[in-house]
């Protein structure tokens, strides 16, 4: 099975801040990469397929990058509605194995 | 609208069996492979199982392989999650989810609300 680890764990940033959260695969997965936001009591909501492909909707100081085996989530601006856990997700096959997610916080 | 509405979730004790159902509305059901992922509490997501639109494929995670079995009713526009022999580590909030595309590989674009199981003699 792939695994996907996330790094890191949780961060804390300011308001404004650009911040980045990686997320590697143990094999290459080509693009079939997601990430999800998940605020606190919420259901998940899908940010970005495809690595880098911003679903509808979602702002755009969101962006993704990478393939193969190496993937980041970049927040340009950093906000207070902003504080969830992001979760990357593999889904080139099955099991469709999420990362361990990374808790973001406002400092 | 599109939405996803879980149910059948509950208390229920080790070695016992639930069965969830995920209904469906706003698009055409039939044409969308589908997905259960469960989220212990305060824990992350783990994917549990996969359906085809037409159930001809069907995957599952290995902590759930010969205990749970998917289904779906493309007339009913329901999905289900059948589970037997249940574990206290079993206890999540069960998510029912949409691939983002009709066919091929895909993320999940459309999560229901989710509902709780819990295990606990």
Redo the contacts between chains.
């Keep these: 099975?792939i695994q996907m680890t996330q790094s890191p764990s949780s961060l804390s940033a300011s308001v404004g801040d650009r911040v980045t959260i990686t997320c590697r695969a143990s094999q290459g997965i080509s693009n079939?990469l997601?990430w999800?936001q998940?605020k606190p009591g919420k259901?998940?909501?899908?940010l970005i397929?495809?690595a880098s492909t911003l679903?509808s909707g979602v702002p755009s100081r969101f962006s993704g990058s990478g393939s193969g085996t190496d993937f980041t989530l970049t927040i340009s601006s950093l906000q207070p509605e902003d504080v969830a856990?992001y979760?990357c997700?593999n889904?080139?096959?099955?099991?469709?194995?999420?990362?361990?997610?990374t808790k973001v916080e406002i400092k | 609208e599109v939405q996803l509405v879980e149910s059948g979730g509950g208390l229920v004790q080790p070695g016992g069996s639930l069965r969830l159902s995920c209904a469906a509305s706003g698009f055409t059901f039939s044409t969308y492979s589908m997905?259960w992922?469960r989220q212990a509490p305060g824990k992350?997501?783990?994917?549990v199982s996969?359906i085809s639109s037409s159930s001809s494929t069907i995957?599952y995670?290995?902590s759930v392989k010969g205990r749970f079995t998917i289904s779906r009713d493309n007339a009913k526009n329901s999905l289900y999650l059948q589970m037997n022999s249940l574990r206290a580590e079993d206890t999540a909030v069960y998510?029912c989810a949409r691939d983002?595309i009709p066919r091929g590989?895909?993320?999940?674009?459309i999560?229901?609300?989710?509902t709780m199981v819990t295990v606990s003699s």
Excluded: C, H, I, M
């Design positions: 099975d079939y997601a999800y998940q259901v998940p909501k899908l397929y495809a679903q856990t979760y997700q889904y080139s096959r099955a099991p469709r194995t999420f990362g361990q997610g | 997905n992922v992350g997501l783990e994917w996969y995957y995670a290995d998510y983002l590989l895909s993320a999940f674009d999560w229901g609300q989710g």
